[in-house]
């Protein structure tokens, strides 16, 4: 049995899959409360489908892009979980896992997700002949450029505003493609494809693994901080050992 983790957005979703096959899922908007929700939300799963912990037997987690602080919680909850029960864990590309819904369609796929500062991260997906392609990795862009390097009919899907579904529409005319129905669940297509890389012998090194961030996340400069208050933190640790798994 998998587990499937998505914070990458406000939109969070965890599953209960087996060998891809989805058994059960929670979805639920979340205001910047990963933190908070995750777990209490991951029991309730677990108690609903009368699954112990303990049977999880791999881990598959949306590694981004996405929201920072979304990610660090589901990222780091996902390798505290591999570590403790001492199982596979596998980062699946958040944009693949909103482009896999519309595989069938054999289009070209396009998930987009906005990135601020007037850019947003795109990425390019296909299936050929029952194969599931990237034809291009994760990249900042602008909507305007991302337009003009559409040649063909392709589908857009992902947590696309609607003022970006109207340009898009307008630059691209019958060449764009946007689902009425286009923000799934992503958890589920997460078990699938992450399966997929497990069924294949593949696997992620939890110690290594890190959140997909195209851009440095906008940080402040730290206040200096008195060096009495440094020492006294020291001694008030001293002989504490430091147990954290997913600390940076």
Known sequence: MELAIDTSSNIVGIALSHKGELLT????????????????????????AKVELNSIEAIIVAKGPGSFNGLRVGISTAKGLAFSL?????????????????????????????????????????????????????????LDALCQRIPRKTLFCGEIPPDMVNEIQQNLGKRAIIPQTNILPRASFLAILGWQRLNKGEQDDPATLQPLY?????TTKPKERYPSVILSEAKGLKGVRDSSLCSE
């Open 214 to 218: 195209l851009r440095p996340p906008h």
């Open 86 to 142: 001492n199982i596979p864990l596998l980062g699946i590309s958040t944009l693949e896992t909103e482009a896999y819904p519309f595989a069938y369609t054999g289009l070209l796929l396009c998930p987009i997700h906005k990135a601020g500062r007037e850019e947003i991260a795109a990425a390019f997906y296909q299936q050929k002949y029952n194969q599931w392609h990237c034809l291009e990795k994760e990249h900042l862009t602008t």
């Open 25 to 48: 899922q929670l979805a639920w908007q979340s205001a910047q409360n990963h933190t908070v929700e995750l777990m209490p939300n991951l029991v309730h799963l677990l108690q609903q």
